[in-house]
């Protein structure tokens, strides 16, 4: 059993979401549920035309989808939202909460990944506690 998971969300797909924060709840000693999404960064060349304060502040209405969710699943689970790159938040977040398991989603790889890499196989890569990918 684990005492504190970090369940990352892209928000691709509620219900896996949600179904995850169950199994984070089966896989818990009762201790502490992290629910976890990351704003991705708009890279600085594609802001040169864009002015600040035209730019949204995600954070509220992210937290608002989260929270959403979480009463959905009936799991008692926390909230945190970052900003940045995905795995090196999700990294980061697993040290900061001194976290066992990281229970990530994973997808059909797309063009993309292949070149890059998915976030689910760097946080495999890169993680200092153990993770569980689900498919």
């Given amino acids: 059993m684990y005492?504190?998971?970090?369940?990352?969300?892209?928000f691709s797909d509620e219900e896996s979401t949600i179904q995850s924060l169950k199994k984070a709840e089966k896989l818990s000693d009762k201790g502490q549920i992290v629910l976890l999404h990351v704003i991705e960064s708009i890279p600085s060349y594609a802001l040169v035309d864009i002015p600040l304060d035209l730019m949204p502040d995600?954070?509220?209405k992210t937290r608002d989808t989260l929270n959403n969710w979480v009463m959905k699943s009936g799991v008692k689970a926390e909230i945190?939202?970052?900003n940045g790159g995905s795995y090196?938040?999700?990294?980061?977040?697993?040290?900061e909460n001194k976290a066992d398991l990281i229970l990530i989603n994973s997808h059909k790889p797309g063009f993309q990944d292949y070149l890059l890499g998915s976030t689910a196989a760097k946080v495999v890569?890169?993680?200092?506690?153990?993770?569980?990918?689900?498919?």
């Fill in 58 to 60: 995600l954070a509220p």
């Fill in 88 to 95: 090196r938040n999700i990294i980061e977040s697993s040290k």
């Fill in 80 to 82: 945190e939202v970052r």
């Fill in 3 to 10: 005492n504190t998971i970090i369940v990352p969300t892209d």
């Fill in 125 to 135: 890569c890169h993680a200092q506690c153990a993770v569980l990918v689900e498919r």
